[in-house]
């Protein structure tokens, strides 16, 4: 059968006809399977969802229970049959419950990755190359000057820059879905065993992450309305990017501006975001991490989406490997 017979790209996403399903749909449909959390990939309003216990449990968190008709609840490497096609999910390693997607269907499986990284992370599971035909995969940091430092070193410069300036706070940037814990569990990993200060846009998620075993160590609230600037000097503050943009940033003393994210490795995007210490820390896979993925996974064929795809597109042309944009819309790079 023709690769186009069993996955294709559509306005709503990628939909598979034989297993009347969509993957990962921008807008509302019958029945959907989600790789992962984050809202661009997992929208509310569909009448069936089928995603792993924690990505499940991550949407009701943040859409509220009634966030689809029906779901359906799987396990990793679980097959289960759809209308004749045999799906199943693996670990991705992008954020807490997140999973690539592998569909097979008369002989052909393709394998959509979703986002995905390759760096160790202890808030998830680590990434599984899938022996496949076709390939899809991401491609945010689909070019070669993206390639992410250990995570580590960007902790210890923070830890660093935290005791040269103990009257000083710093407000760390970071996604609340899977960038905020991985950076709240590095700081513990790397030592750091005081307080860890929260926006209140976190303690949802962070509570879940502590309630399947991921240590976060002590989480308080970064308010200063019971208390003055002064409680806060020399603490590390963590919320979303947004958050550093309103008056909620102005309580704390003399902040320095952090933002963890893969596109700090771009200097004057962090200087046009007023940055002062930028960590590159990304949830996505870097150049190298792209291109070692897509030889190990053995695929004939690539797919590219979401992302700088032309540069990955090239890449694969001049290894010999057939590859093609999709060119799907809808994403965009939450959880970078």
Not at 9 to 21: M, S
Not at 262 to 278: D, F, H, S, T
Request: include cysteine.
């Amino acid at each position: 059968m023709r690769a186009s017979d069993l996955l294709k790209p559509r306005p709503e996403g990628l939909y598979c006809p034989p297993g009347d399903f969509f993957i990962d749909p921008v807008r509302p449909v019958a029945r959907a399977l989600i790789t992962h959390g984050h809202s661009d990939h997992a929208r509310s309003g569909h009448g069936s969802v089928l995603a792993t216990r924690q990505t499940l449990d991550i949407m009701a968190l943040r859409y509220g229970e009634d966030f689809a008709g029906a779901r359906q609840a799987v396990d990793l490497g679980e097959m289960i049959d759809l209308n004749g096609v045999s799906v199943s999910f693996h670990p991705a390693g992008h954020v807490l419950g997140s999973a690539q997607i592998a569909v097979e269907h008369r002989g052909m499986r393709i394998v959509a990755s979703g986002d995905y990284k390759r760096q160790k992370d202890a808030t998830c599971k680590p990434f599984e190359p899938i022996p496949c035909d076709i390939f899809i995969t991401e491609a945010t940091f689909g070019l070669p000057v993206f390639r992410h430092p250990p995570d580590t070193e960007e902790i210890v410069r923070l830890l660093k820059s935290a005791a040269q300036f103990p009257e000083r706070s710093h407000l760390i940037g970071a996604y609340a879905l899977g960038k905020a814990q991985r950076v709240m569990r590095l700081l513990r990993d790397c030592g750091y065993d005081r307080p860890i200060y929260i926006h209140g846009a976190l303690a949802k998620l962070s509570e879940y992450y502590q309630s399947q075993g991921i240590d976060l160590g002590q989480l308080d609230p970064a308010t200063v309305d019971s208390g003055g600037k002064d409680d806060f000097a020399g603490a590390i503050v963590v919320g979303p990017p947004a958050a550093f943009a309103d008056r909620w940033a102005r309580r704390f003393p003399d902040p320095i501006s952090c933002f963890a994210s893969g596109w700090m490795r771009i200097r004057q995007r962090a200087k046009q975001g007023g940055v002062e210490l930028p960590l590159i820390i990304s949830d996505h896979a870097d150049w190298d991490e792209l291109t070692t993925t897509i030889k190990e996974t053995g695929a004939s064929e690539i797919w590219v989406t979401h992302g700088r795809e032309e540069a990955l597109v090239r890449w694969c042309e001049l290894e010999g490997i057939a590859a093609r944009p999709l060119h799907l819309v809808g994403y965009e790079d939450e959880g970078d």
